[in-house]
């Protein structure tokens, strides 16, 4: 029997079998590499081993370390978790050949599966509906669009859309570099490429004694660069289209049965409005979304995995869902900026109406927080940038999207930008409420109305003034004489008191009358401290909880949060930067460089590439003119607000 388990993996995931794993009365070990050193899911662990050096390279795709620190750590099992080695059959193999126990399939099924070219040849073999394998070296333009994918994982790394075959070799080439660097394989390879459809999966779970469970279906259409954003059981499309699930259902089985598979898996396909489906892959491993199959069902699938390790049998039948349930993932990424993933340390996190941490809950209706992070958090630029999951689930779709909404809106998420307006945005939009989702979703609704904020102009200008004043009651505080007058008291009035941020300059007085604030003339100061301010509009009572940094001033709002960046009174000569300067939008490393000094560049047009969270940034022109200066090289490391060239614009 097992004793000790441990995860090969880090953040919301480790955490998530972790508690498993104390529910079963079974010691913890985690791994961490440098940047890891002080996460959540090192502090829970009963001991921890460090996998010295950052890039996962070194790190976590380290078969020989992580065997290393199982033996160290007394471990008698090790799970994989998900990404990384989870759908490494060499590291399965090196797990059982040190003799301990495996939590997944055999390594032949990981390898059958895992890879994607096999997996597809395999289903055909069944006869099940596949879409046709394309050589990357064999595109021709009558098969374009086309999709590269990295044969070794998912996740959306490796992953391109090509419409024109000029662009195809330098795209094979990126993704190569991606799926290497995620994976450890830059194996990759094309397929027709369907600009709309529908993602659906069948979660399975399979025994060593011939059953093979099929759990249900999820719905992870809305997705952003091939990367699952919402997910949720059961599909709208499935729930529509009558026989649909059950030919799923028969098609996961058949592929489990095909491989004599045990353990958690995932089948997932693409569909018409129709209901007519293609295999996509088989992710032999857990999946990212298992939480919503885990509410609506009832079942903790990470406990199903080790009673299968160890020989138990399932049952007849899983149980029948019922509810419905929907998660999101929140990233630290700008979704208005091409999704631009985002660095930095979070000051505050707290999701709000949280009733369960990484469990599957016992009520009709609640909602779970499996997370990574918390205050403090540096996220940095090694890894994915997802920081939590945030799940609902309840009697009907509809109040669960409700439910999610509203506690994504009441949320504090302070530090880094994420993209928790777009999700609130998304499970409020008419289409999304109507079950009307396919991967076009952001195309055919528009990103920009999607990730706009959530407050709107005059939310935004309170809560400049509420800042204002919580900085006022800050001073006041923190002053050691005449802490009760009023900052700025003049017993002649002269000038207003004025806090300038980024967008806008907050004029006011506070007098014996009260608040006089500029183009606030019906607004009155009930309360004030440098945590909340409480402002009467209108005859209207609005509390703002304000978080004061050293120049950003975070404002949570009943409609939402606005980030308000101070703007210094004197200016440093030595922070200022030449016109035409790209800067880094993130920490990272230069992976590619296009161009060298001199070189006329058109608006658009490459200048180089940033590799950040596993992922490659194209950064480009922003206007036609001459690469005046380069002074970075391939290889170097950079820190955000780095210049990376001057693109000077010349006269016509």
Known sequence: MITRMLVANRG??????????????????????????????????????????????????????????????GADAVHPGYGFLSENAAFARAVIDAGLTWIGPSPDAIERMGSKIESKRLMAEAGVPVLREIDPDAVAADDLP????????????????????????????????EAASAFGDPTVFCEPYLPTGHHVEVQIMADRHGT????????????????????????????????????????????????????????EFLADDDGRFFFLEMNTRLQV???????????????????????????????????????????????????????GTLRRFEVSGVDVHFDVGGARAGLRLDSGVADGTVVGIHYDPMLAKVITWAPTRAQAARALAGALTRSRIHGVVTNRDLLVNVLRHPAFLAGETDTAFFDRHGLDTLSAPLTDDTTRRQAALAAAVAVDAEQRRASR??????????????????VAFADQVVEYRLTRDGLDATGFESTALVSASPDEVVLDVDGLRQRFAVDLGESDVFV???????????????????????????????????????????????????????????????????????VTELPVQEGQQIEVGAVLAVVEEQEK
């Open 12 to 73: 919301e995931i480790a955490r998530r079998v972790f508690r498993t794993c104390r529910d079963l009365g079974l010691g913890t070990v985690a791994v961490f590499s440098d940047p890891d050193a002080d996460s959540p899911h090192v502090r829970e662990a009963d001991s921890a081993v460090r996998l010295p050096g950052a890039a996962p390279s070194d790190t976590y795709l380290r078969i020989d370390r992580l065997i290393d620190a199982a033996r160290r750590a």
């Open 146 to 177: 086309v999709l590269i994918k990295a044969s070794a994982g998912g996740g959306g790394r490796g992953m391109r859309v090509v419409r024109d075959l000029d662009a195809l070799a330098g795209e094979v080439a990126a993704a190569r570099a």
């Open 212 to 267: 093979v469970w099929a759990v249900g279906e999820r719905e992870c259409s809305i997705q952003r660069r091939h990367q699952k954003v919402v997910e949720e059981a059961p599909s709208p499309l499935v729930e529509r289209i009558e026989g649909m699930r059950e030919k799923l259902f028969g098609a996961a089985q058949a592929a489990a049965r095909a491989i004599d598979y045990t353990g958690a898996g995932t089948v």
């Open 289 to 343: 979304e298992h939480p919503v199959t885990e509410c609506t069902t009832g079942l903790d699938l990470v406990g199903l995995q080790l009673a299968v390790a160890e020989g138990d049998a399932l049952g007849p039948e899983p149980p029948p869902a019922r509810g419905a349930a929907i998660e999101v993932r929140l990233y630290a990424e700008d979704p208005s900026v091409d999704w631009q993933p985002q660095s």
């Open 481 to 498: 004489v005449l802490n009760r007058v009023p900052s700025g008291w003049r017993n002649v009035v002269s000038e207003p008191q004025r």
């Open 556 to 626: 949570d709002t009943a409609s939402g949060s606005v980030h308000l960046h101070r703007v210094p009174r004197f200016l440093d000569p030595a922070e200022q930067v030449a016109a035409g300067s790209l800067l880094a939008p993130m920490p990272g490393s230069i992976v590619r460089i296009a161009v060298a000094v001199g070189d006329r560049v058109q608006a658009g047009d490459p200048i180089l590439w940033l590799e950040a969270m596993k992922m490659q940034h194209r950064i480009a022109a922003p206007a036609e003119g001459v």
